[in-house]
């Protein structure tokens, strides 16, 4: 009778630690695969920054952000 339960919780522990290396090599992977962020300029209204954050995108980049900030519109690309 002993065996059984040591064989379930060394089990139980197996599954377990497995289970935190696969959520640490899940972030590893989230963060080599991060986007790289680039600033492009300022422009006075939100649509202008997204005209050109959408001619960014048909170029190529992967997305784009438009952040309010005094004086304007910052666009930010994702490549």
Excluded at 9 to 38: E, P, Q, R, V, W
Excluded at 57 to 76: A, H, S
Aim: glycine share 8%; aromatic share 16%.
């Amino acid at each position: 009778m002993t065996k059984k339960p040591a064989r379930f919780l060394s089990l139980t522990a197996a599954i377990s630690a497995l289970s935190f290396g696969a959520a640490l090599l899940g972030t590893g992977t989230a963060n080599a695969s991060a986007s790289y962020i680039k600033y492009i300029d300022t422009y006075p209204t939100y649509s202008t920054c997204v005209d050109v954050g959408q001619s960014y995108q048909r170029e190529g980049f992967r997305d784009y952000d438009c952040l309010v900030e005094t004086g304007g519109w910052q666009l930010w690309l994702r490549y």
